[in-house]
């Protein structure tokens, strides 16, 4: 890879530092830079407590099941891999995310490069991956999104080959990583707009449509995702159902959960590379359509789509946090191919002289948050956010599970229930190595497929927080419960929640319920 010496996006505009006498160094400073970025990422996998969804993705790669009622299966196949080289501790559980996260990097890299040939935008778009707390901090989390993220561009990258290349046998390529993407998290559907577009707009669309690859391409993606359609087609296609079964959180639209939605990407992905990577991605998609150019039609409706398809949903319901996390790195590489182009079309603009400074100040700014963010949960004692710290309300889990297991063990109880799938997926985490059997009593259909544990015996110790309303549910049963205790959920010196501890006595769950059956229905958290 050669050093482009062009004077038109200077160095110091980048990454606003003192001038260098040669660009060779930009590749070297950013090397150290994400180096530096990832043994931080490395200490915070360490220090912090897994969070729930994470345990709860560990249970699931427990049990010998194709597939999920919540997510397709790839993230949990991946847990299991890491496991079993690194043992069952935070790091073996999260070691996927270091991989997708150096995956995203080189992937992106490699899409800057082909299109722009200059080094520094290739720098660039790495740097903003790691200047967003949505990837410098984020992709230390396990969610089915980290399987996500590299599956998707690399299928992306696949159809950049296939322009560049002219050869119609990249459609394969991107046929399996399509298939992985899907085996993901089905929010990849919302991709296949960009697909379209990539092969309909351009004037190509007549020899695309004509390609066995491309039609082959697409058999391979059904056969990789094949897993999911088995184990949906074997359960009445629960997982589908379930998945568009989120209701309404309002009745009408409310701005309410859109403004909420914002507000979130600022915070994400940064409060500068937001508007950037908006307005980079527009004003390639305009380019793109206007010229019917297959590449930044194929980036650009990859971001658009998706970004438009949860406004409208932020209209009546809350868009969660991770739900957005496989549109980024794409505009951020609108941004930079964008940026290229700008400084090429139009070198005196207006945009031209504010662009690298505007996304230097972007990126060096995400940069020192992201590290003061990883420093103050790896070596901090403050709690800034008190009540609302996203991982804060997640850390005390360790003492509330060694609290339940002492009462657990005063009472003689041989096993746990619950009706909270947190409380669940904690209580098997802290407690791997005891042999004690946990079981979610309610939404059984969380776990079709799963090895039923052995209850020995009709007396267990109820755990639950305070006041949840899904223990309703024993009333209808000959259940009785006795309090036994309970214990606050802290995390420096701030309560979050409390969970009660109960003798349940005659009554045993039935973990195989019949589909509709009340202690089967599940739903969406």
């Known amino acids: 890879m050669t050093v482009s010496r062009s004077t038109a996006f200077p160095a110091p505009y980048l990454l606003g530092a003192p001038r260098f006498n040669s660009a060779a160094m930009l590749p070297w400073i950013c090397l150290a830079a994400v180096a530096g970025l990832t043994i931080l990422r490395c200490d915070f996998i360490a220090a912090v407590d897994l969070r729930v969804d994470e345990a709860y993705y560990w249970t ?193 639209w409310s701005a309410r959960f859109l403004l909420d939605f914002i507000g979130q990407q600022f915070v994400l992905v940064g409060i500068l590379l937001f508007p950037i990577a908006l307005a980079g991605t527009a004003m390639l998609a305009l380019r793109g359509y206007r010229q019917r150019a297959p590449i930044p039609i194929l980036l650009s409706t990859a971001v658009v789509f998706p970004f438009g398809f949860f406004l409208w949903q932020g209209l009546s319901m809350r868009i969660g946090d991770s739900w957005t996390l496989f549109i980024w790195p794409i505009a951020f590489a609108c941004v930079a191919i964008n940026l290229k182009d700008i400084l090429r079309l139009s070198p005196k603009s207006k945009l031209a002289a504010i662009g690298p400074p505007l996304m230097a100040a972007s990126t060096i700014s995400g940069l020192a948050l992201v590290t003061a963010t990883q420093l103050y949960y790896i070596g901090g004692t403050a709690n800034v956010l008190r009540r609302d710290d996203p991982i804060g309300k997640e850390a005390g889990f360790a003492r509330v599970v060694a609290a ?114 009340p202690f089967a229905r599940a739903r969406p958290h």
């Not at 290739?122 to 089915?144: N, R």
């Not at 995390?491 to 769950?509: A, C, H, Q, S, V």
């Open 60 to 252: 699931w790669s427990k049990e010998n099941v194709i597939s999920y009622l919540d997510h397709p299966p790839l993230i949990a196949w991946l847990i299991r891999a890491s496991t079993y080289v690194f043992g069952d501790s935070n790091f073996g559980v999260r070691f996927p995310g270091l991989l997708a996260m150096a995956l995203m990097q080189l992937l992106l890299g490699d899409i800057v490069w082909r299109l722009v040939r200059e080094v520094r935008y290739v720098i660039a778009v790495v740097l903003m991956t790691e200047a967003s707390l949505a990837y410098g901090l984020g992709m230390a989390k396990i969610t089915p999104d980290i399987a996500l993220i590299p599956c998707e561009l690399a299928m992306l990258w696949s159809l950049v080959r296939l322009v560049q290349s002219k050869d119609q046998r990249w459609w394969l390529a991107a046929g399996l990583f399509g298939g992985l993407a899907l085996l993901a998290k089905y929010s990849a559907l919302l991709l296949l707009p960009a697909i379209g577009a990539f092969v309909l707009v351009p004037s190509w669309r007549r020899q695309q449509l004509a390609s066995v690859h491309l039609w082959l391409g697409l058999g391979i993606a059904f056969l990789v995702f094949s897993p999911v359609l088995t184990w949906n087609a074997l359960h009445d296609w629960a997982s589908f159902r379930f998945t568009l079964s989120r209701p309404a959180q309002v009745t009408g």
């Open 404 to 517: 339940a297991d002492a009462a657990r063990q005063l009472i003689d109880a041989r096993w746990f229930a619950t009706t909270d799938y947190r409380i669940y997926a904690m209580l098997r985490w802290h407690l791997r190595n005891a042999g004690v059997p946990v079981v979610q009593i309610n939404e059984r259909a969380r776990f079709s497929g799963f090895a039923e544990p052995v209850l020995v015996g009709a007396n267990a110790l109820y755990v639950a927080p305070h006041g949840t309303p899904d223990g309703a549910i024993l009333a209808a049963t000959s259940a009785t419960l006795g309090k036994v205790g309970n214990i606050d959920l802290n995390w420096r010196g701030i309560m979050y929640d409390t969970y009660e501890f109960k003798r349940l006595t005659n009554w045993t769950p039935m973990l195989s319920p019949p589909s509709g059956d």
